[in-house]
């Protein structure tokens, strides 16, 4: 519970300081809109913390590097006092994939299907629509 505390205090930090700062988005003003302000950690401009629930009985946070394009996966061990590491991942590769893992439609027919006027979208100028 204390590592809980401590976690939800330095996130409390974190909010106030990102707060009094100007240039502390992350996913510019569209995400803004919808209330979705990144919080920084304290001192740094590019390592973001999230509270996540794990499962219904698992608590702990996310730390983003957004520098080495890492993001940590930490468990709060409330019996223990302690934190477990539950992952690691580099996503800088994964940022350069354009369709992974989707099911139909996938991107490319979606954009066939405009092209063929399907879908209620728009044709593009110069296509024909399917008849």
């Known amino acids: 519970m204390a590592l809980l505390g401590l976690g939800m205090l330095l996130n409390a930090a974190a909010m106030f300081y990102s707060a009094h700062?100007?240039?502390?988005r992350l996913f510019g003003p569209a995400a803004?809109?919808?209330?979705?302000?990144?919080?920084?950690?304290?001192?740094?401009?590019?390592?973001?913390?999230?509270p996540a629930q794990l499962n219904a009985n698992a608590w702990g946070f996310v730390l983003?590097?957004?520098?080495?394009?890492?993001?940590?996966?930490?468990?709060?061990?409330?019996?223990a006092s302690r934190l477990r590491l539950?992952?690691?991942?580099?996503?800088?590769?994964?940022?350069?994939?354009?369709?992974f893992n989707n099911a139909a439609p996938t991107p490319e027919q979606v954009k066939a299907m405009l092209r063929m006027g399907i879908g209620g979208g728009k044709p593009a100028p110069g296509s024909q629509p399917a008849r």
Request: glycine share 4%; with cysteine.
């Open 21 to 24: 700062r100007s240039n502390h």
């Open 32 to 50: 803004s809109a919808y209330g979705a302000d990144p919080v920084t950690w304290p001192g740094d401009k590019h390592i973001y913390m999230m």
């Open 64 to 79: 983003l590097d957004t520098a080495s394009h890492r993001v940590c996966v930490y468990r709060i061990l409330t019996t």
């Open 86 to 99: 539950m992952a690691v991942r580099d996503f800088s590769a994964d940022l350069k994939l354009s369709d």
